[in-house]
């Protein structure tokens, strides 16, 4: 369409152009091969001195100095520090080409609990990465379970949270007697007490913060609730922090206060927010026509709930009877807010609205500026 409308001289313009951004864009494409493979090197450097691929402070050095040389050039900062951002993604995600240091080389082996599950396979991943002996122990390999545990150095348990005590109470109380033992569940005041209570030796309770489909662990959080004998599984802690993840030790009973929040609640309402999108037979398709960036970002919050198990959400929801008390609060306040709306107090809805953005203070500004970068790239993958 766009072509019909111009003339001969127009077209030869455009293409003149077109050509010499098509050149632009690939010596960019070059410039990149370049930097991957410089990042490379420095991988390789890290990976002999046994250090993390993820440097925070180099990159906020760099990132404030690419910012300066941008604006002194008349590009916009965010533009680079975008750009950068990016391919310093790329730079974790290569790290697992020459894989992490290894930092207790006489370990024994591993044995995952859950192994074949999707968070139980990512630990399998990193720990074979960073050169430990990874066995799995699923549902069928029971038989064979103390030929498996024999010599093991750590046992993680990762299975539904459902079964997670149980199995810990009834079978893993035959571990070696230095062998740590890990877990991997979303709560972790109940799971950690069953370990204790079957192993004598080394315990400690991990939850990574994060779903299995991420592509490197740099950045992401793995809380950890210490058991007994830190010492014993101190290494373990720093091989985390090797992958890039950030640690936050927490007492278990704040842990699963703030995931009665972040899991259950949240999760319990996004499953309602679908089910009423379903109840009222929504067009989705038309809801993406005319869907605003934040909209979409919402639609798609909710979608990949419904693109993974209903049991892992069944699990992380009925986890903790306490969750109820938070879901119900929920229900209480979004009928105390109706009634306003029922009772047409605009005046009520716009105080009550004040005193929300009061108590989030210094919170609201900030996440307003992190969902801008949010919302301009979910309008960027649009395709049409
Ligand atoms: C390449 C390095 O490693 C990582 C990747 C970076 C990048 O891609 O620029 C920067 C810092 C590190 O997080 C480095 O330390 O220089």
Not at 54 to 61: D, F, G, K, M, V
Not at 175 to 197: G, H, R
Not at 252 to 257: A, I, R, V
Request: glycine share 8%; charged share 25%.
């Amino acid at each position: 369409m766009e072509e019909r409308l111009m003339n001969e001289k127009t077209t030869a313009e455009l293409e003149n152009l077109r050509g010499l951004i098509d050149g632009v864009d690939q010596q960019l494409l070059h410039l990149l091969r370049k930097r991957l493979d410089l990042v490379a090197q420095v991988g390789a450097v890290k990976h002999g001195a046994g250090l993390p691929i993820y440097a925070p402070q180099r990159e906020a050095n760099m990132l404030a100095k690419r910012r300066e040389e941008a604006k002194a050039m008349n590009v916009a900062p965010q533009l680079i520090e975008d750009i950068l951002r990016r391919l310093m993604r790329e730079s974790y995600l290569n790290e697992k080409d020459v894989g992490f240091k290894q930092v207790k080389a006489d370990l024994g082996h591993v044995v995952i609990v859950g192994g074949e599950g999707k968070l139980g396979g990512l630990f399998s991943q990193m720990l074979t990465l960073s050169g430990y002996e990874v066995r799995s122990l699923d549902k069928d390999d029971w038989l064979n379970s103390e030929a498996i545990f024999a010599g093991a150095g750590l046992v993680i348990v990762t299975v539904p949270i459902n079964i997670t005590c149980d199995l810990i109470a009834q079978k893993l109380t035959n571990l070696p007697a230095n062998c740590i033992l890990a877990d991997l569940t979303s709560i972790k005041t109940a799971p950690v007490e069953a370990m204790l209570a079957a192993h004598s030796g080394p315990v400690l309770g991990l939850h990574p913060m994060f779903g299995p489909d991420v592509g490197s662990l740099a950045k992401q959080v793995v809380v950890v609730c210490h058991g007994r004998d830190s010492e014993a599984y101190q290494w373990l802690i720093e091989q985390i922090q090797i992958w890039g993840a950030r640690i936050v030790e927490t007492e278990s009973t704040k842990h699963d206060k703030a995931m009665q929040l972040v899991q259950a609640m949240r999760h319990f309402s996004s499953f309602v927010y679908g089910l009423n999108l379903y109840k009222e037979e929504a067009d989705i398709e038309s809801l993406l026509q005319f869907s605003s960036p934040i909209y979409r970002l919402e639609l798609a919050m909710v979608g990949r709930l419904f693109a993974q198990s209903p049991e892992l959400y069944a699990d992380i929801i009925f986890a903790q009877e306490e969750s109820l008390v938070a879901i119900s609060d929920y229900l209480d306040n979004y009928s105390q807010a109706l009634s306003l709306l029922k009772s047409g107090d605009r005046d009520g809805f716009v105080a009550q609205f004040e005193e929300v953005s009061r108590w989030f203070g210094d919170f609201a500004p900030q996440f307003q500026r992190e969902s801008r970068a949010m919302l301009q790239s979910v309008n960027d993958m649009k395709t049409g």
